[in-house]
Structure formats: structure tokens, C-alpha cells
């Protein structure tokens, strides 16, 4: 899609987010790097691709249409070549009953491409504008064999025995290990996984992705392909090959379809031989709003409140894995301006944020967590991201920081928000100090997201009702009450008026006075056990904001208890009750929340 500079220039006025010193400094920039002005735009936030395709779609009366690349039905790719849909970055992402197909293009102005995919297609073709991104996204399903090419390439290597040395030949650039890695690699970025496991058993090597919190094993290879692949993956993470007696960690780039991707590579020696970690990040994606993670209602409003101050704590506890370092890539990426000095001090560095100083603790340079904290401190920061609180001296130094006007952000392991209070107690900080300096507390889990059309809905017996009642505390009439006053917010309230995939909730979805709350989360959700599947996942939280009564409580020394009983009469949506709602809305199931919220 390639957009005149002057309708460029109308676009970003029409959208209202930028003014005229902006647009001067932007049209300077673009003269001095002779880029399109589209691109300069873009690559300086002030619109993103999707926005300006959609403003583009409005101005050439072309539907816009952002399309879900696992959504894509084999019979629909087939209709026209791979090559052809490369050729003219176009893709049929839907056949309707009526045969009617589908066609996202990038360029829909692009007479040429559209008169020879009409010819391919028939004239009865919807066509659309998607934007580039997406739709090289989508191109990329015609690959669904890579399992199969991983088994050729496989078939075609020569590799010896795994105790034999490896070979300079086995792990070349164009070997068929080589092939292998970078197969395994973009079959994993293609599942969504966050995470490869390369794990040697007895007798063969087993290849786990995790996807949406699970691991689940796609292949197994020879046992003879382990050491060359363990090689490979040394090289490209610039690894010392020849050392297999200690941990090692390390870090490559890759480029898949239309996104750059990096790998934190984690090798570990076990009983079998050498276990490989990468988890993938992917340095494409956009930062995600409050509202795309999950925050809704009191809690979005709550979360809103405290960012808007100018020093003071704000800390996101919960276990590993349950989404708390995106939520903080959001915030800061949103806080991310010219005129403030953000500075972070990780462990590791997972997310690139341009224009923040981001440290990487390095214990064996003396890089720890409270060094690199008091350096921060004599940086001029306005904003601190601390990613841990590990013990007390790194406790009390970022107390100390938002003591002397500084906004920290940073995060605990605690099982929730209530009790991440104490803990800070324990590690020895002042009650007053905390009641004084703390704004929030942000509690999370990541809960898995329902298909919408591959769920089915079935009427639980009494026993059922009761037990999901008493696991969500909804089992008393007044609690049934309060639970079914947030629904209400939730599904008429400005927030809720969407359901999981976009579209109006209808009315048949809507509350009943004479139904219950479970009754209808029953009818609405959908079966607990869904036939299809889920795809990605979503936050559920609660954000417990600092009041007069619970900075008594805190003062008072209190247990965990009290303080999250006050906070809960204080208006908290839990999270096992965030959870509860969202599965009413039909974004997950019950067993997902009780899954990630029970403590075991």
C-alpha cells in the first residue's frame, strides 16, 4: 500500500493525533531520510499500521478487515498459488456459504493485481484491505507442513553418533541441521509459542512448544541429532561450543514473515545431555492497551488513577509466566515520552522499549539489582522499572526512590495483591514507609481464550451448580447479588458492550431477572470442556489501590486477611472474580480460572 505524502498529511490530521509542530518536525524528518512519509509516521507512534490502513480503507471506500491467520481454512488458501498471493500480497481468508469468496488485499487500488485475481477468483469476489503485517501473516499458513520438512530434513542429514565431535560440515549454514533449527524455530512462531524445548531422553530428543501456558510435544527426533542441533543453536547465540558441564545463556535474532524475532537461549546440562530453552519474543509487536490486556471496570479505573501520579510505588505481584512483564511493557511504552527519563533495571532485558534506558543485571560484574538501582538513582529518572524485588536492600532503595519523587514500578511473587504487602514487611521496610509510598498493587494470571464458534453449551446438574458456586463464593444470596452487579457492568457498562471476538453482545446474552448468575454463565459461556479449542490468552486482575483505611491496616502491622477483606469492601473485583466475569462474557471457562487462581 503505498500512500501519496498529501493524503498521508490529511490522514494524521483527520486522526487528530498530531499538530502542527509535530507534523513540521515529521515532514523535516522525512525530507532528511527520503522515506515515505507513511513509513516516517509509522516508525515514530503516530500511527500505527493498523490505524492508518483503516483511515485509508474510509478514504478509498474499500472495507478494512484485520484477519486471524489460524483462522484460515485450508480450502480458502488453495484458491489461488502461494506465489501468486506473494506477488500480489492478497490472500482469500473466507469462502462464504454461497461460494462467495473473500480477498484481503494490501493495495486494493492496484487495478492490475485485481483484475487478474478476479479472473482467478470470478467476478463475485468481496475484496478488502487488510493491513501489510497481516497480511504476510496470513501468506505464511500455506506452510502448514513444516513438521513434515523437519522429518526430510532430518531424513537427509548424515550427522554421527551423539557422543562422536561434531562436524563443521554438520552445523553450516545451509546444512540440514541447520535447516532443522531454523525450521523448529519458525513452526514455533507460527503456533504462537512462547517457548521451544529441545529435551534429550533415553533414546530420541523431544521438541516441546509452549502455547498458551501449555507445553505439548510436536516431534521427537533421532537422539543422534541432539548434539549438532544443541551446536547450532550455540553459534547463532554466540555460545562456546565445546563447554557442556555448566548452564549457559544467550540471545539470537530472527526474521519470520513480516516479524523480528528474538530468542533468549538457555542451555542446561542434564542426566541425557544438554536441555535447550528459547523463549521467543517478538520485537514486532505493539505495546497492547490497559483495556487489550484485560483491565476493565473499578480495576481499569483504579490502575488509571495511580499511573497519573507523579512518584509513589506501583507494584504487579504474581507466579512466573502470569503476564506481569507485558503488563509493565504497556505501561511504560505508554509513559514513554521525550520529556521523561525512563530507566529500567532487568533481569534479563526481555522487552525493547526505544527511547528507555534498559540495564541488564550482570552479578559477575557487580551488576546486581541494588548497583544498578542506586546508579539509576544518579541517572535523573522520573520513571524507575525495577524487575524484581529479590531481597531487602533492593526493597528499601525502591521505597527510596519513591520517597524523593520518583514513579517505581516493579514486581513480587506473591499469591496476590493483598499479601504482597506483608511481604514487603518482612523484608524489613517500615510500615509507615509503605502505607506512604505505595499507590497500587496489580495481581495477575493468564487464562487461556475460548473460540468463540467451537464451544458447546450444556445444562449442569444441581450438584455441579452448587460446587462451581461455592469455588467462586457466589453460593450466598448476597454474594450472588454482588457478582451479578458486576456482570451487569460488565456487559452494559461502556466496557462490556463487546463480546471475546469484537461483536455486539445480542440480547439473548444479556442478563435475566429470573436466572441465576451460574445458571447463565452456563448458558452463555459455553460448555466447560470445548470442542474446539483456545487461542491465545488474557489477564484476569485485581488492583487493590492504597485507601485511608487500608494504610491503617498496613500501619497496624495486619496479616494478609484483613487487608484483603477491607479492600474487597472497598469495591476490588478479585481475580478469581474478574475471572468469573469474563467467563460470563465468554472469553474463558471456569476451569481456566480455577486453574490458575486455586492455590495449591
Known amino acids: 500500500m503505498r500512500i ?55 478514504q478509498i471506500d474499500v472495507p478494512f478487515v484485520e484477519i486471524n491467520p489460524r483462522n484460515i481454512g485450508k480450502d480458502a488458501l488453495k484458491l489461488i498459488p502461494e506465489r501468486i498471493a506473494r506477488q500480489y500480497n492478497a490472500v482469500v481468508f473466507e469462502v462464504q456459504k ?45 506452510r502448514t507442513n513444516i513438521g513434515g520438512e523437519l522429518t526430510q530434513a532430518v531424513a537427509s542429514s548424515e550427522t554421527a553418533e551423539a557422543d562422536e565431535k561434531i562436524r563443521e560440515e554438520d552445523v553450516a549454514e545451509d546444512s540440514p541441521v541447520a535447516k532443522s533449527v531454523n525450521l523448529i524455530v519458525e513452526y514455533a512462531i507460527k503456533q504462537s509459542a512462547s517457548d521451544v524445548h529441545i529435551e534429550p531422553r533415553d533414546d530420541y530428543v523431544s521438541i516441546r512448544y509452549r502455547i498458551d501456558g501449555q507445553l505439548k510435544e510436536t516431534n521427537r527426533l533421532p537422539k543422534k541429532m541432539l548434539a549438532p542441533l544443541v551446536s547450532r543453536i550455540k553459534i547463532l547465540s554466540n555460545l562456546k561450543i565445546d563447554e557442556r558441564r555448566v548452564p549457559q545463556d544467550g540471545r539470537f535474532k530472527v526474521v519470520v514473515g513480516s516479524g523480528q524475532y528474538a530468542l533468549r537461549v538457555s542451555t542446561l546440562p542434564i542426566v541425557d545431555g544438554e536441555k535447550v530453552v528459547m523463549r521467543i519474543l517478538n520485537e514486532s509487536s505493539k505495546p497492547s492497551t490497559l483495556q487489550e490486556l484485560g483491565f476493565w471496570g473499578t480495576s481499569l479505573e483504579n490502575l ?16 512466573t509466566g502470569s503476564g506481569k512483564s507485558t503488563s509493565l511493557f504497556s505501561i511504560l511504552s505508554r509513559l514513554n515520552q521525550p520529556s521523561v527519563n525512563i530507566s529500567t533495571v532487568e533481569d534479563p532485558v526481555e522487552y525493547r522499549i526505544p527511547g528507555v534506558n534498559q540495564v541488564q543485571v550482570n552479578p559477575v560484574a557487580g551488576m546486581t539489582f541494588p548497583n544498578a538501582l542506586r546508579a539509576l538513582l544518579r541517572q535523573d529518572p522520573n520513571i524507575i522499572m525495577v524487575g524484581e524485588i529479590r531481597d531487602a536492600e533492593t526493597a528499601n532503595l525502591a521505597v527510596q526512590a519513591a520517597l524523593t519523587g520518583h514513579l517505581v514500578f516493579s514486581t513480587l511473587h506473591t499469591n496476590n495483591a493483598a499479601t504482597c504487602l506483608p511481604r514487603l514487611l518482612d523484608m524489613g521496610i517500615e510500615p509507615f514507609l509503605i502505607a506512604s509510598t505505595v499507590r497500587a498493587v496489580v495481581g495477575q494470571r493468564l487464562v487461556r481464550k475460548l473460540v468463540p464458534e467451537s464451544t458447546e453449551i450444556f445444562r449442569p446438574d444441581e450438584a455441579t451448580l452448587r460446587r462451581i458456586g461455592k469455588a467462586f463464593s457466589v453460593d450466598s444470596a448476597e454474594k450472588m447479588k454482588h457478582v451479578h452487579e458486576l456482570e451487569l457492568q460488565a456487559i452494559e457498562g461502556s466496557i462490556g458492550q463487546l463480546s471475546a471476538d469484537g461483536k455486539p453482545i445480542p440480547d439473548s446474552a444479556k442478563p435475566s431477572t429470573t436466572e441465576s448468575t451460574i445458571e447463565r454463565l452456563w448458558r452463555v459461556s459455553g460448555s466447560s470442556n470445548p470442542i474446539g479449542a483456545f487461542r491465545g490468552r488474557v489477564g484476569i486482575y485485581e488492583v487493590l489501590p492504597m485507601t485511608p483505611t487500608l494504610q491503617k491496616l498496613i500501619i497496624s502491622n495486619s496479616a494478609s486477611e484483613p487487608i484483603q477483606e477491607q479492600a474487597i469492601a472497598e469495591g476490588m473485583i478479585t481475580m478469581q472474580n474478574d475471572g468469573f466475569i469474563k467467563a460470563l462474557r465468554g472469553q474463558t471457562t471456569l476451569e481456566e480460572v480455577m486453574r490458575v487462581t486455586t492455590e495449591k
Open 4 to 58: 501519496s505524502d498529501s493524503l498521508v498529511i490529511e490522514l494524521l490530521k483527520q486522526s487528530k493525533k498530531i499538530n502542527d509542530d509535530q507534523l513540521k518536525v515529521l515532514l523535516e524528518q522525512h525530507k532528511t531520510e527520503k522515506r515515505p512519509l507513511q513509513d516516517v509516521a509509522v516508525r515514530n507512534n503516530l500511527l500505527s499500521e493498523k490505524d492508518l490502513t483503516q483511515l485509508y480503507a474510509e
Open 98 to 142: 454461497d461460494g462467495n469468496p473473500h480477498l484481503a488485499m494490501e493495495d486494493p487500488d492496484d487495478v492490475q493485481a485485481l483484475n487478474f485475481l478476479q479472473k482467478q477468483l470470478g467476478t463475485n469476489v468481496k475484496v478488502y484491505i487488510a493491513p501489510r503485517s497481516n497480511i504476510l501473516s496470513a501468506i505464511d499458513q500455506y
Open 304 to 319: 488509571e488513577q495511580a499511573l497519573t501520579r507523579p512518584h509513589g510505588m506501583i507494584l504487579f505481584t504474581g507466579p
